[in-house]
């Protein structure tokens, strides 16, 4: 006999029912939200991740049209976007990855410009620790991204790399996970009432009934009876 079974054994067999229901429920339940917070995330980051991007390359690619003067104007136009895409940090450089404009300190990455230099390919780092660390609140959350720089010619001038935070986006999750575990909190007391219901009608009214009959014709009350309801086996009983 298991230790659940023992405790609630002197409560009966609604209490016993009522406890493995509550507990099967809350178990799918909880797999559900998890599932489903995991899926809002991935959609969160990668519409940030996406947007980040579509800003970062169009800035470049003004930068490569407008030659004089590019990188200032660049950065500025950077640091005029709203507060809301949490720009950290943003570097110029040319070609031989001498700074232009911006700053190499504050989150910038020289090793990953060199290398979009010579490839001539962009290259993006996204850091998110991952949802099933909740406690990981010191780590940090940023997208860099580097791009390539080119003249009319086609010619590799130089690049630029900018770093966004992501800790917006972590917000975004939590703030999703507040509705979901609020909204899985009124389905399981939901379904937990309506298992219950259908429960009692089929398996445990029949029972109680079996039992009090049980008890009258031990006490004596041989011609009492009882109607065959309930499911196929507690009607046979």
């Known amino acids: ?13 609604r209490a016993e029912v009522i406890a493995n229901l509550c507990l099967l429920l809350a178990a799918a339940l909880m797999i559900s939200a998890l599932l489903l917070l995991r899926i809002t995330e991935r959609e969160i980051l990668r519409e940030r991740v996406s947007r980040l991007m579509d800003i970062t390359e169009t800035i470049s690619r003004a930068m490569g049209v407008q030659q004089d003067g590019a990188g200032s104007r660049g950065v500025a136009a950077f640091h005029s976007l709203p507060a ?44 998110y620790p991952d949802f099933w660390l909740p406690l990981a609140t010191g780590e940090e959350r940023f997208i860099r991204i580097t791009l390539p720089l080119s003249d009319r010619t086609e010619r590799i001038t130089g690049a630029l790399q900018a770093r966004f935070s992501l800790a917006t986006v972590r917000r975004q999750v939590l ?32 029972i109680r009934r079996l039992r009090e009959a049980t008890a009258r014709i031990a006490a004596g009350d041989l011609d009492h009876g009882l109607p065959e309801r309930g499911p196929r086996e507690i009607a046979e009983l």
């Open 175 to 206: 703030e999703a996970q507040k509705l979901v575990l609020l909204t899985m909190g009124a389905a399981w007391v939901l379904f937990v009432l309506i298992g219950l219901s259908l429960l009692s009608r089929s398996v445990i009214g029949p």
């Open 1 to 13: 006999m298991s230790i659940r079974s023992f405790l609630l054994r002197p409560l009966g067999l």
């Open 84 to 127: 809301e895409v949490a720009l950290e940090s943003v570097l110029v450089v040319d070609e031989d990855t001498r700074v232009i404009a911006g700053t190499s300190a504050g989150g910038s990455e020289l090793s990953e410009v060199r290398r979009v230099i010579v490839g001539r390919a962009p290259e993006v780092r996204v850091v």
